[in-house]
């Protein structure tokens, strides 16, 4: 009996990664070189896809039958996979099917529509797909066991693990509280700093050429990860050993593509670097975003706006772009490093990020707070947060709410865990530090060494461990936001010489 | 009743179409961009998905109320599609699933570790994977309902309606007759053309920018039709609005990538012009090779070979690679068409090309006749055949019978249509000229005058008509070789003054 559930098990996951493959193979297809036309088609097809693999995950037999297995005497790691397995699908075991498609097909058709609406920075032709996308979620919502939670308190717990508005909003509080007097500070009396040169174009050809450098350094091996341009870089796991990102190249914004790169590598190299007894496991999936997020932002930001790290790669940078030539390295590091209130999120410096995620937190708290939406004025307060937090307002809805992809896929209550993650990425560069000479393996070529403590003490878990327990076996002490704050407040404090 | 069958059926439709659309998009990418390692978990999935497709597609109860529904009072269209669907159905209605899977999995896997060993010269290594493709693909046809059929005509009728070894044996009778002696005639006296500029290399930047130039003029529509590079060039078809084709640059053969991007245009647009009505039906898809191919070797001899084409492309070949500066248009054209023999299919002229189509041809007719083949010696059976043919032998298997993607994909009996295509274009290309200015039009840089007349005369039906009835329809003649052999004669003998 156990031998016998034991292989309907198998055959029950290979049929939903089957599903799951095809649907992130189609996914990535249409953000990366779809023509548009075929969109349409597309979305369709996929909402068809992804009812058939609800309906098969939510079959009444297959569920008890997972339910009777996991009782049994089974392996542990078996039992863990189940048990997560079983939590993920009572979260959905009372949504009706035909409520599943309408907000799948909402989403699709969201996402396609979305990267037009931002090149055109057009608003108003978003808000329809938009609306859609909110109203079937809050839909969705309404079915969710946990009926007596706020709506987007579920939503904050399913990116990550037990969040709540309260420890958010305590988080926050600090962030507010520390950085908010620091970036007034730099503005009144830190050095100035001239990154003008940045306001010059830099040819894509060029960009691409140091892309390869960056790729090279970084040790990405093409067997199992590669790049694809789209418009809001993204990483997707195909599986263990397949993993793509993606970047978007700006002529006017040379640092763009060099720090999505980065970033988008942390989010490849943890998928990448997952023990491979998870294979095929939701444990090799079902990871908290703010844990992934701490390693894309560990990488973009500990490593990739680390003078150790430009030591091996300024030289190439100013090779491809002459214009560099009579900028020295410690200049270049404070171009880098730069702090000034700005509008685009993923090219905002480490002090202002978070910020930035702040805006989208409370906007989102707004939308999930009340049943009457006033879509037509979405757009101006969001402007107004931005001016109120960091002074600063957008020329147009493309640099402003339309500038990430987050809300046309659906993705509530995942922004604030960019900011949690960079917290968590300062609480574990401070352990790190302790075992490694950062600065030395960086200057010395051996990104390696670091990826190889990465994967001991962190990736290989997959999301087999919380964020909470990972933390507390590598750091030794739970999560503690003083590491940020700190590690934030002596960076700039130096930077402008306060 | 009727209403409900009708319903089930677009259900059933659109359902198949969902898997197929997984199923392409996997296969795409996989031939593309996916890294290699993750290709042992793709193959594993696209199997699952193929089964589940299969299931689906074969479920008796489905089946039962299709043909229920084509016996009833419905419309013209859906029943010839619903009649072409049981036909289909009705040939794979013995095949047990479990061989069903067997197939898929031997000819995904196969697809994948075909590039690879083309790379690396080793038809040794390729050989397990081509046994199991032939062997699969043999106990594939023992359930076919025409058992008493020899199963390489099985296969040859699959791909193009109603062809048995004779008329191909009779049709290859022909251009051996024709052809053979006029190759040897052009090597004793036909005038000398020196095409050694091609021996040089050309930078693969510059052949990009050529091909853009190339899409330009024959008007691809970016959001309906792109590129990417695979292998193999091939197009592949997602719906009526979304078309991929890709090619390969190799720097030391200009000529290839050209060719193969007008090649694959000719696919593309046939699948790009077929009536809207057709959107997700079998008639939009279940078109013969021959025919298919016809449109592919159209656009790329009596287009791309013809020196009204190159007036308008020729000066930007000559800009991108200045060696051609002093090379007259007319000596280009000369160095396009010269007939030589060689070794690479996709790279022959047009005389020569029926016969590295035969060589497959007769191969293919061995592999099905025998129970017992000697793998081992394929690779000298493919050389052997391409001396007494053409008079050269290849230097390594990549270069022999390792080059063609087919095999590897389980295309056996598609070559013939390759030779067929070519002839049936002439048909075509015969009557076309008696409508339009073909080369005023080129000249004009009017290619989309030329693809207006495909769509309406050709492209427009997709497959709800044969190949036969398109023919007679548009040439006012069942398919008659003479036009090809008169065609091939006069060009070659012009060309080589005889």
Redesign the interface.
């Given at each position: 009996m156990k031998e016998q559930l034991e292989q309907f098990y198998k055959e029950y996951k290979?049929?939903s990664?089957?599903?799951s493959?095809?649907?992130t193979?189609?996914y990535?297809?249409q953000a990366t070189?779809?023509?548009?036309?075929?969109n349409?088609?597309?979305n369709?097809?996929?909402a068809?896809?992804s009812t058939?693999s609800f309906l098969h995950a939510m079959d009444k037999d297959s569920i008890c039958k997972l339910e009777q297995l996991v009782t049994l005497d089974i392996e542990p790691l078996l039992k863990t996979e189940l048990e997560r397995l079983l939590k993920h699908l009572n979260e959905s075991k009372d949504l009706p099917q035909e409520v599943f498609t309408r907000k799948t097909l909402a989403v699709n058709e969201s996402s396609s529509a979305w990267g037009q609406c931002k090149i055109d920075q057009d608003y108003k032709a978003f808000i329809p797909y938009l609306k859609n996308v909110i109203d079937t979620t809050k839909e969705v919502l309404t079915y969710h066991p946990n009926k007596e939670k706020h709506p987007y308190e579920i939503l904050l717990d399913q990116f990550e693990l037990g969040m709540t508005f309260e420890q958010y909003d305590l988080f926050f509080k600090e962030i507010k509280a520390h950085f908010v007097p620091l970036i007034k500070e730099i503005q009144e009396k830190g050095k100035h700093i001239d990154d003008s040169i940045l306001k010059n174009k830099f040819s894509i050809e060029q960009q691409e050429k140091f892309s390869t450098e960056l790729c090279n350094y970084l040790k990405v091996d093409?067997?199992?990860?590669?790049m694809?341009t789209s418009h809001h870089p993204f990483t997707t796991f195909?599986?263990l050993?397949?993993?793509r990102m993606t970047t978007h190249y700006y002529e006017d914004i040379l640092l763009s593509s060099i720090y999505s790169i980065i970033h988008e590598y942390g989010h490849a190299l943890f998928g990448l670097q997952i023990d491979e007894k998870y294979?095929?496991s939701i444990l090799s999936r079902d990871i908290g975003s703010a844990m992934h997020e701490s390693q894309s932002r560990f990488l973009e930001n500990h490593i990739g706006k680390n003078k150790a790290f430009w030591v091996n790669q300024y030289p190439a940078l100013q090779q491809l772009f002459p214009i560099f030539k009579d900028v020295a390295l410690d200049e270049f590091m404070d171009i880098v490093n730069v702090s000034k209130p700005s509008l685009i999120r993923t090219e905002a410096d480490e002090l202002t990020y978070p910020l930035h995620v702040m805006i989208r937190y409370e906007i989102e708290k707004e939308l999930f707070n009340t049943d009457s939406i006033n879509y037509e004025n979405l757009n101006e307060r969001w402007n107004e947060l931005y001016k109120e937090y960091l002074g600063v307002v957008p020329s147009h809805d493309g640099e402003g709410i339309l500038q990430d992809s987050h809300w046309s896929s659906g993705y509530f209550g995942y922004f604030p865990t960019y900011a949690l993650g960079s917290a968590y990425a300062a609480q574990f560069y401070h352990t790190m530090q302790q075992h490694l000479d950062v600065d030395q393996l960086l200057e010395s070529n051996q990104f390696d060494v670091i990826a190889q403590w990465l994967k001991e003490n962190i990736h290989h878990h997959g999301g087999a461990k919380s964020a909470n327990e990972i933390l507390l076996e590598v750091t030794n002490e739970p999560f503690n936001p003083k590491y940020y704050i700190d590690y934030i407040t002596k960076k700039y404090r130096t930077l402008y010489n306060l």
């Open positions: 290979a049929k990664n089957a599903y493959l095809a649907l193979t189609m990535f297809d070189i779809a023509p548009t036309q075929g349409d088609y597309s369709q097809m996929m068809i896809l058939e093409s067997t199992n990860c590669n694809s195909l599986s050993k397949d993993v294979e095929g």
